[in-house]
């Protein structure tokens, strides 16, 4: 009966050490290194917004649908905020992807320009 209740005992404790060395590497793992904000405004412009929680180099790709890189930039080590606009007039109509990466965490967003279809409007008066 003690080698029963002293195999059990072990048993508990052996899951409990082995369940919260689990969750404690789940956490560290999931740390994030950065925090991303990206939009559009109305004059057209991407604004890409980065708050970095590390020193680590942080970064931007704007990439085609080909895999072009369109634009590039590293985020220094010991830069916390980063705010760029993107000027995205000039570029052609086509899929987008603004790809921000560090210290293996990575964040993807996608964005499409289209052209507008011209309407004609004829009057008499």
Known sequence: MKNLLKSIA?????TVVFVSNTFAD???SKKA???TGIFASKSGNIHINIDKYTDD????????ERGTVMF??????NITRFRRALNVQSLPSGVYTIEVSGKGNKQVTKFELTEQPVERILAVK
């Open 10 to 14: 072990f048993a508990v404790a052996f």
């Open 26 to 28: 789940d956490k560290e």
């Open 33 to 35: 290194t950065f925090g």
């Open 57 to 64: 180099n942080t970064i931007v790709l704007v990439t085609n």
């Open 72 to 77: 590039r930039e590293v985020v220094g080590k």
